[in-house]
């Protein structure tokens, strides 16, 4: 949603964006562009030296459905240099006047791209209760695959602990935290417009719009409270 009132404004984000599903009936703001680099430069410098299927059998946090996102959650990332097409892309992408690009990928790819852009390049990281986002995962994988995808919550969580913790790590004073709650409230506003330098059309959020209201997912390993409660704390969140 919020990658959408970038988009109202004109702003580039990478091309077409996907088409909406029936479960995000307003749009994911996310394009095939952005997607497919970022997939590319994954399996650039985390390739493994085995093959995939012996690698399965191997790490419990990994999900086991051959379309998934193997590498949604590494336990460690091993940079090195891409490939110079890849370069070339990201410079593409990186280079362009203003840009808004969304992709869950970055988590694991942002440190590569950070190498191309600009230093005045903003980041930004919305989050919501980890339950919830666990949730909307395997509600996604149920809605919109055929057959549908049957996540491992518990891997999910390790996900979202690992995910989040890079984010934390790397963030500085170009970063912001904000609190899916901040937005539907809009009392993120004016500190977000600040931030970006841009003026962004808050009339368009529907206040009522919540994808995952109420969870019905309950975080089961205890990985993600101490993380949560530190993006909490960035957001300035209660």
């Known amino acids: 949603m919020l990658t959408g009132l970038f988009a109202n404004t004109g702003i580039y984000i990478g091309g077409r964006a996907h088409q909406p599903t029936i479960s995000n009936p307003k749009g994911y703001f996310e394009t095939k562009g952005i997607n497919n680099l970022n997939n590319r430069i994954i399996e650039d410098y985390l390739r493994w030296p085995i093959g995939e299927s012996v690698r399965r059998r191997w790490s419990s946090n990994i999900h086991t459905d051959v379309r998934a996102y193997s590498y949604a959650s590494p336990q460690k990332l091993h940079l090195k240099s891409i490939k110079p097409s890849l370069q070339n892309a990201i410079r593409y992408y990186g280079g362009r006047e203003d840009f808004c690009y969304k992709d869950p990928r970055f988590c694991v790819t942002l440190p590569v791209w950070r190498e191309s852009l600009d230093a005045s390049v903003r ?116």
């Open 123 to 238: 980041h930004l990281v919305v989050f919501r209760e980890p339950e919830k986002i666990i949730a909307s995962f395997i509600k996604n994988g149920k809605d919109i695959y055929t057959p549908p995808l049957v996540f491992n919550g518990m891997h999910l969580e390790y996900a979202f602990a690992r995910n989040y913790s890079r984010l934390i790590e790397w963030a500085d004073e170009t970063w912001m935290f904000v609190h899916y709650d901040q937005v539907i409230s809009g009392e993120v506003a004016p500190d977000l417009e600040r931030f970006c330098n841009l003026e962004l059309g808050w009339s368009h959020v529907e206040k009522t719009l919540r994808r995952t209201s109420k969870a019905d997912y309950v975080c089961r390993t205890g990985v993600v409270d101490d993380v949560y409660r530190q993006l909490c704390r960035l957001a300035n969140y209660q």
